[in-house]
């Protein structure tokens, strides 16, 4: 996790397109379980709309967009993001 800018933080993850159900949750690193499929950007609307969700704050997709390995930008203070992580770390 990285500061861009006060207020802003980056976040590398990984993504599993077509599953059951979408999740969050840590193991090794971020990972977000997608129910929708990679084809026609699907899969990443649905990436930044849980995480928006997820984090109650703005998300934007800065890189990876054809890859399951991404980078979002959390519009949010580090430490809340952090915060948030390491709760899914310890469950």
Same mark, same amino acid.
């Given at each position: 996790?990285? %500061? #861009?800018?006060?207020?802003?933080?980056?976040?590398?993850?990984?993504?599993?397109?077509? &599953?059951? /159900?979408?999740?969050? =949750? =840590?193991? #090794?690193?971020?990972? %977000?379980?997608? +129910?929708? *499929?990679?084809? /026609?950007?699907? @899969?990443?609307?649905?990436?930044? *709309?849980?995480?928006?969700? !997820? !984090? &109650?704050?703005?998300?934007?997709?800065?890189?990876? $967009?054809?890859?399951? *390995? /991404?980078?979002?930008?959390?519009? @949010?203070? /580090? $430490?809340?993001?952090? +915060?948030?992580?390491?709760?899914?770390? $310890?469950?």
């Amino acid at each position: 996790m990285n %500061v #861009e800018n006060e207020g802003e933080t980056i976040i590398n993850l990984k993504v599993k397109p077509n &599953s059951p /159900k979408f999740r969050v =949750y =840590y193991k #090794e690193c971020l990972r %977000v379980d997608l +129910t929708s *499929s990679p084809d /026609k950007n699907k @899969a990443n609307r649905e990436l930044v *709309s849980g995480l928006r969700r !997820f !984090f &109650s704050s703005e998300v934007r997709l800065i890189s990876g $967009h054809k890859s399951r *390995s /991404k980078i979002v930008l959390v519009k @949010a203070e /580090k $430490h809340s993001v952090e +915060t948030l992580i390491k709760k899914l770390e $310890h469950n």
